[in-house]
């Protein structure tokens, strides 16, 4: 494996085999991407080049949502159309144009070859995953076992919930009541129960590192969990006469475990431990009386307080006491069993089927046959957005692309998007394939960002070394482009910094005061912009040319849509409106 990425030259990237592509914001992905298609359809970069020119319908490019493809779709379309141009007028302004038209001998032949490639373009081999494998699946019937029409389900959400719903009817209705309460107290229902596991009911099944035993019944847990309970209950009632002789003999530390605390948690546990036992809670106090919580209570060469009682508790504290796993394993499998039966009965798919079903028919005795007819109709793939692909996707690249001669898997993404679980994104597959694949690049220069960013944030994140949590999701630093050397923020005629860490005065507060806080700070910074921005006094520029700041030019990113709504009311009170661009609570 080299952990080194070459900084990447578009028109010199050799076009065979595996390679992968870092892509930071704002350097220049969709300019890569256009350079990397028009090479491949003219057979551009010499001893880099692809064996032989493709055509549209050969150049296959994956991405992961309906937009993007429509956007990568109408960006090659465009590609195509002005390079065709620039060969029959053979000049331009347009840097990349200018580099390939240095390469392209025939201009009239190159710009026919691109007339065609244009008019082909609706039938252009640009697709989302799923539109990938669906058409995978029908132009190699035999081959992937499809031999009979089904009906794509785009949404199955409803299919989920009536799976989810047959389960707690079928498990936690027959409950006697006692269990059913612990039940409820973690779920108050089937739709609580599904948005815990929604999620994992989509896609390749999770795989359950120690799952419950099958022959565990909910009784059984239940039973088990108020017997251990019960036992450490006994077990205080016994010894609590003995606990403040014992603990006032040995060396605790009476500035960390005061003798009033000490009386008020035993007087809290004798009163739990003389209850009967109708629930797994257990008193926040009993912590204190653990042996691992009385060790670190004791003074430096002192004698620490032993006890059967403490080492109980500590085993006690040191497993779960819950059913939640037990519930999680049995639905996660019941559900998807049922969700797949109702749609073999309706002679429906899903999308995530599809992936399902190519995957299989890839690892088949005919996977073979099935993958070369695939190589064959797409010699070179390019993933988009790769960051956002999962262990089935990217087995289902990789068994068809891998190292195949003539052929070219290109992978494109930006790792640090990686870490982002909720947009899909898998941070271990993404490490996976930069383990797998040797040849690594990267774009080098932000064309988007003003110098003063660009060095801000290559400083923040420089400070660690792994600033993404993990050591195979580097940082790398890049340089701003020279076109915006020029490109500052300006109030009053003063370059402002390009990035403010914002702290609370005082020693400690809670989250939500803090929270509020940092709303009315950002709220009224936003509203001095804005102010400025109308008298002239805030000017964003550029060399010669300058522009007061608008409303438009301003975003915040939050945590949460909390988060969100503090900001939005403090920026209400000011008289500022504002929109939320999320539909979710967590981003």
């Known amino acids: 494996m080299n952990d080194v990425a070459e900084t990447l030259d578009p028109l010199r990237l050799p076009l065979t085999g595996e390679r992968l592509i870092e892509a ?105 995953i799923h539109g990938f494998c669906q058409r995978m699946l029908s132009l190699n019937a035999f081959e992937s076992g499809m031999l009979f029409e089904q009906q794509l389900i785009e949404d199955e959400s409803l299919l989920r919930y009536q799976a989810c719903a047959d389960f707690w009817r079928r498990h936690c209705y027959p409950l006697p009541r006692d269990i059913a309460q612990v039940v409820f107290d973690v779920w108050k229902g089937p739709k609580a129960l599904l948005k815990d596991i929604d999620r994992y009911l989509q896609g390749e099944a999770p795989v359950i590192k120690a799952p419950p035993s099958q022959e565990e019944t909910l009784a059984s847990r239940h039973e088990q969990i108020l017997a251990r309970i019960n036992q450490v209950k006994q077990q205080w009632c016994e010894a609590v006469s003995e606990l403040d002789a014992l603990i006032e003999s040995s060396g605790i530390d009476r500035r960390k475990f005061n003798r009033g605390n000490q009386a008020k948690w035993i007087e809290k546990i004798t009163a739990w431990a003389q209850e009967e036992t109708k629930n797994y809670q257990l008193p926040e106090a009993l912590g204190k009386f653990s042996q691992r919580f009385l060790a670190e209570r004791t003074k430096a060469g002192g004698v620490t307080p032993q006890h059967p009682l403490f080492v109980a508790i500590d085993n006690l504290l040191g497993e779960p006491l819950s059913i939640k796993d037990l519930v999680l394993t049995r639905a996660l499998s019941e559900i998807r069993e049922t969700v797949a039966q109702e749609k073999r009965r309706r002679g429906e798919l899903g999308f995530d089927d599809m992936l399902s079903r190519l995957d299989t028919a890839l690892r088949s005795e005919s996977g073979e046959a099935l993958a070369t007819a695939i190589r064959t109709r797409f010699p070179v793939a390019m993933i988009d957005e790769f960051q956002d692909t999962d262990p089935q996707q990217y087995r289902i690249f990789r068994r068809i692309w891998r190292h195949q001669p003539d052929t070219a898997l290109l992978l494109i993404g930006d790792p640090k998007q990686a870490i982002y679980a909720f947009r899909g994104a898998d941070i271990f597959t ?42 195979d999701i580097p940082f790398s630093p890049v340089k701003f482009a020279p076109r915006n050397q020029s490109l500052q923020f300006k109030v009053n005629d003063a370059p402002q910094p390009a990035m403010t860490l914002w702290l609370m005065e005082g020693e400690s507060c809670g989250s939500g005061d803090y929270q509020s806080y940092m709303a009315q700070v950002c709220a009224t910074q936003i509203r001095d912009w804005l102010r400025a ?55």
């Open 430 to 471: 993404y490490m996976k394939a930069r383990s797998e694949v040797s040849a690594h690049y990267t774009l080098d220069t932000n064309w988007r960002s003003a110098p003063g960013m660009v060095n801000s944030v290559n400083k923040l994140f420089s400070q660690m070394n792994d600033a993404f949590m993990f050591r």
């Open 24 to 128: 930071s914001a704002g350097t220049g992905k969709t300019f890569t991407i256009a350079s990397l298609d028009l090479r491949i359809l003219l057979g551009l970069g010499g001893s880099a080049a692809f064996p032989r020119p493709l055509t549209v319908e050969e150049l296959l490019v994956v991405t992961f949502t309906e937009a993007a493809t429509e956007e990568l779709r109408g960006r090659i379309r465009s590609n195509i159309h002005e390079l065709r141009i620039a060969c029959l007028r053979e000049s331009t302004d347009n840097p990349l144009y200018a580099r390939l038209l240095e390469e392209i001998s025939d201009k009239k032949q190159a710009a026919q070859w691109l007339l065609l490639a244009e008019r082909q373009m609706d039938e252009a081999a640009v697709f989302t």
């Open 533 to 587: 921005g109308q008298t002239g006094a805030a000017l964003l520029t550029n060399g010669d040319s300058s522009r007061p700041v608008r409303a438009s030019d301003i975003s915040g990113l939050v945590r949460s849509r909390r988060e969100a709504a503090l900001i939005r009311d403090a920026l209400a009170l000011l008289a500022i409106p504002s929109v939320y661009l999320s539909n979710r609570d967590s981003v």
